[in-house]
C-alpha cells in the first residue's frame, strides 16, 4: 500500500518557468490536499478538493491552480514561476474532511531562481 | 498572522527523560487539536489529538494536554526515546460538518540524546 506518492521529490525552475507537481493515493479517499511549508513556518493550505470535479481554494491560492478529474490524482499547477513560490509542498488525503486523519505525501521541494 | 505558534524552534532531551513541546493558539473558535510527527525527507504523520470536551487525551508514551483558558496544548512524551527525534507540529481547527481547515504551527525539532 503506496498512500500518498509526491513526485518529483526535487525540482529547481527559473523564473517565469511552469510545472505540474503530482500527487497520488491508493486509499480512495475523497479529500485532498496540498499544503505549502517555507522555512520556520507551519504548513498553509493551498488549494483542497472534496472528490472527482469539486476543487476549493485554502488560504494561500494565488499562482496555483488545481484540477481533480479521479478520486486517486490532484496535480498542482504552477503557472508563472516566482522566487516567493520557493517551498516544501506536501500533498495529503483523508477519507472525510473533518476529523479523520489526514495523510501526507513525502514533500516536493522547488527552488525557483 | 499566525494563529498556531510553536515558540520553541528545537528541544534537547536525554533519553529516558520527558519531552514537553508547547502549543498556543488564538482563535477561541478552535475546538480540535492534532499532534503531527515528521522526519527528514518525510510527511507528517498523525500522532494524537484531542478536542475542546476534554482536558486530555493518552495514548502510550504520549499525552496531549489541552488547557482551553489559556489557549494552550502540550504533547508530553514519556519516557522519550532517540526514535522520537523529529519535527513535531501541532495543528488546530474549528469543526464544520463538511471540511476542517487545519492552521499548523512551525515546529519543534526534538533531539532526543541517547
Known amino acids: 500500500n503506496a498512500g500518498v506518492t509526491q513526485t518529483p521529490k526535487f525540482r529547481i525552475l527559473k523564473i517565469g518557468q511552469s510545472m505540474t507537481l503530482q500527487c497520488t493515493q491508493d486509499?480512495?479517499?475523497?479529500?485532498m490536499y496540498w499544503y505549502r511549508q517555507d522555512p520556520g513556518m507551519g504548513l498553509k493550505l493551498i488549494y483542497y478538493?472534496?472528490?472527482?470535479?469539486?476543487?476549493d481554494k485554502g488560504e494561500v491560492p494565488n499562482g496555483y491552480n488545481v484540477s481533480r478529474s479521479t478520486t486517486e490524482d490532484f496535480p498542482l499547477r504552477l503557472e508563472l514561476a516566482a522566487p516567493s513560490q520557493t517551498s516544501v509542498y506536501f500533498c495529503a488525503s483523508s477519507y472525510s474532511g473533518s476529523t479523520d486523519t489526514q495523510y501526507f505525501g513525502p514533500g516536493t521541494r522547488l527552488t525557483v531562481l | 498572522d499566525q494563529q498556531v505558534k510553536q515558540n520553541s524552534p528545537s528541544l534537547s532531551v536525554q533519553e529516558g527523560r520527558i519531552s514537553i513541546l508547547n502549543c498556543d493558539y488564538t482563535n477561541s473558535m478552535f475546538d480540535y487539536f492534532l499532534w503531527y510527527k515528521k522526519y527528514p525527507a518525510e510527511g507528517p504523520t498523525f500522532l494524537i489529538s484531542?478536542?475542546?470536551?476534554?482536558d486530555k487525551n493518552e495514548d502510550g508514551r504520549f499525552t496531549v494536554f489541552l488547557n482551553k483558558s489559556a489557549k494552550h496544548l502540550s504533547l508530553h512524551i514519556v519516557p522519550s526515546q532517540p526514535g522520537d527525534s523529529a519535527v513535531y507540529f501541532c495543528?488546530?481547527?474549528?469543526?464544520?460538518?463538511?471540511?476542517?481547515?487545519?492552521?499548523f504551527g512551525s515546529g519543534t525539532k526534538l533531539n532526543v540524546k541517547p
Open positions: 495543528a488546530a481547527s474549528a469543526l464544520r460538518a463538511n471540511f476542517n481547515k487545519f492552521y
Open positions: 478538493s472534496v472528490g472527482a470535479g469539486i476543487t
Open positions: 486509499m480512495n479517499h475523497n479529500y
Open positions: 484531542i478536542s475542546s470536551i476534554k
